[in-house]
Each structure stands twice: as C-alpha cells, then as structure tokens.
C-alpha cells in the first residue's frame, strides 16, 4: 500500500477517489484542526441583509455577508465543539432589488426591573397594536447562493470528537434536508431552502465592489464590535477574507478607494 500525507484543507473523499490505495485518510481528517471545505445551497424568494448605517428604514447589501452565510450553517449543524469559518459566497442568480413596505413596532418592551423579577410588583405593559408603524424595506428577490466553509474545533470539543464526526453529521443532515431551526435570508420571515449544492449552477458573471462590508461580530463581555472588511465580488464569487483588517490594505494596495 501507498502512504500519502495529505493537507487537512483537501477533500477526503476526492483523495480517496484519486489514490485508491492510501490508508489513514480518515484518520487524517479526524486529527485535523480544520475540515475540508464544505458546501451549502441555499436559495429563496425575498433576503435581507441589512447594512448597519440603514438599519431604520432597511436597505440589504447586494451579497450575503458571511456572518448571515455563518447562520444559515448554523441552522443547519451548530454543536458548542464546532466553529464555522465561512472562506466563499457564490452568487447563482441576478443581483436584483425589490421595495416593500412591512408594519413593524416603533419601540422595544421594555424588560422589568431585578427588583420586580425577586419580589414582583407592576410589570410594564406593552400592546404591539398601538405600536405599529409603516418602514420600507429594499431586498433581494430571487436569490440562489451556494456557501463554502470549512469547521474548526473549539475548546469545549471533548475527547469524543472529531472532525470526521461533524463532517459526516453535516452531509447527512444538508442531504435529509434537516435543520436545528428554520433557515433564514438575513431576517426570519425570509425562509430560505438548503440542499446539497453539487447540482448547483454556475455563479453569474458579475464583478463588482460592494465596499466596506459587515464580516461578524465579536461578542465579549465589555462590550459587542462590529467588525468589517473591503468586500469585492469577482465574476460572481465573493472570497471572505481569513483576516478582515488585512482586506483594507489589500485594497489600497489594487488601487481601490
């Protein structure tokens, strides 16, 4: 038999395919510190990735940003031992806007104070009917995407797993077609449809900057960062950059503004 080390970042199956004869294939990919690259599709009739400075009146970027590509995967396989890191967008179909308007509440209800949660009292009541308020709404219409990303064990994963494990669970549950919780474009109310993406068309061929971007937020005790990066969509495909800082001056350095 034949020895071949391969790196962690290849397909498992493809390297099976190609060298019939290795052995310690599995095992590679269960020791990794990464997966190989998986794939989703997703697509949908209405998204919504609201950029953050038109949050009020909602106006949706032209491509998913990878912190709602990280959702839709999540929806799909999400376990505390696993991290998604999403490395590309493939955008299948048109980039086409509709405006709509939607009722939504003007304010938030409020939460009680610790004082009336420990010894009760008066709660504050709120009645969405007499809160109601008309805002427009730019989406995208008629969307097709397909994600690639690739997992990463966290310090919560235990001596029972292994990236074999979740790459498996995952195939399984995009193929069964099963999820954690309804999928979803940007906003819950636009459901979004996985499957496998091997039957996927082409991307489109569409270059074009979209800018600053959101790239995911960062969750920390002192406080929520927003955190971005210089997106470009190149014939259809948007590469999400490892480090989004670094995005900046790759930027400067092409000649961007």
């Keep these: ?5 391969i790196e962690p970042t290849f397909a498992v199956r493809a390297m099976v395919d190609l060298y019939p004869g290795t052995v310690c294939l599995k095992e590679v990919a269960m020791t990794a510190s990464r997966s190989p690259t998986l794939a989703l599709r997703a697509r949908g009739p209405l998204a919504c990735f609201t950029r953050p400075e038109l949050k009020a009146e909602r106006m949706s970027y032209e491509v998913p940003t990878p912190s709602a590509a990280r959702g839709l995967l999540e929806a799909v396989l999400w376990k505390p031992a696993i991290r998604w890191h999403v490395r590309r ?8 806007f509709i405006a709509f308007r939607r009722n939504e509440v003007a304010t938030k209800a409020a939460r009680p104070s610790m004082a009336t949660v420990k010894h009760g009292g008066e709660v504050p009541r709120y009645f969405a009917d007499d809160d109601r308020t008309q805002r427009n709404t730019v989406a995208l219409r008629d969307v097709d995407y397909v994600i690639e990303a690739y997992l990463s064990l966290t ?3 235990g001596p029972d797993d292994n990236m074999t494990k979740f790459v498996d669970m995952f195939e399984r549950r995009v193929r069964k077609g099963q999820h954690f919780h309804q999928p979803y474009f ?3 109310e636009l459901v979004a449809e996985v499957l496998p993406a091997g039957d996927a068309p082409p991307p489109i061929d569409d270059s074009r900057d979209l800018g600053v971007m959101l790239w995911d937020v960062d969750y920390s005790p002192k406080g929520n960062r927003a955190i971005f990066f210089r997106a470009r969509l190149e ?3 948007l590469e999400v950059p ?13 000649g961007g503004s």
Excluded at 1 to 5: F, N
Excluded at 89 to 96: A, G, N, S, T
Excluded at 242 to 254: H, I, K, N, Y
């Design 186 to 188: 940007g906003c819950r």
């Design 1 to 5: 038999m034949k020895l071949v080390t």
């Design 89 to 96: 967008i493939k955008v299948l179909r048109p980039i086409d």
């Design 242 to 254: 490892e480090d989004p800082v670094a995005s900046f001056a790759a930027a400067a350095e092409g």
């Design 235 to 237: 014939h259809g495909v």
């Design 155 to 157: 310090e919560r994963a």
